[in-house]
């Protein structure tokens, strides 16, 4: 059941500096709780997430990842804890091998050729390239598709489902795995 919370206008504010694309308040709000749990461990309150086995999810098939968040993840050998550094990682490691005019056309994402902040946009002044935002299941599979382009060793992802009845497994934790077969390059 959704509840009915006032806020000032300056909290309101604030919160609209953090919108992306068509954001709504609630998905601001989330997002600042998903960050502030991650960073701070002990304000997830115990027994929120049961211990049961994970579950070994399928990457060309990995079914519904909405409320997820990665807890511990691998592109190759970058380190990745964000559904969004996952697709970052994926195209920077890209760009290695495929001119960014190559990039665009591989990427499953929308690649934009610049700095773009406009409709989603996120800009990554580094690669010079902007990516429209993505859904957990979407930047998974943008990036297993540039893993298998480029032969990248591997991706690892642990991750987490919210705790909340739209989840497919509301608490549970789960594990992504993708390594490549035979001769890799190295990234």
Do not use: C
């Amino acid at each position: 059941m959704s509840q009915v919370i006032r806020i000032s206008e300056s909290i309101y504010s604030r919160l609209e500096a953090h919108v992306q694309g068509f954001d709504t308040p609630a998905n601001v709000i989330e997002r600042l709780l998903d960050f502030y749990e991650e960073y701070h461990p002990s304000a997830t309150p115990p027994g929120t997430v049961p211990q049961h086995d994970i579950i070994e999810l399928d990457p060309d098939n990995p079914g519904d990842l909405t409320h997820t968040r990665i807890l511990d993840g691998r592109f190759g050998d970058s380190p990745v804890r964000k559904w969004k550094q996952l697709a970052y990682e994926a195209h920077k490691h890209a760009l290695k091998y495929f001119s960014v005019e190559e990039l665009e056309r591989t990427s499953l994402a929308r690649v934009h050729i610049g700095m773009r902040s406009d409709i989603g946009y996120s800009p990554y002044p580094d690669i010079g390239i902007s990516i429209q935002s993505l859904s957990a299941k979407a930047s998974w599979d943008v990036a297993l598709h540039l893993a298998k382009q480029i032969r990248v060793s591997q991706i690892e992802l642990q991750i987490e489902w919210h705790q909340k009845k739209q989840a497919v497994y509301p608490g549970r934790r789960g594990r992504l795995f993708w390594e490549a077969q035979g001769a890799y390059r190295s990234t």
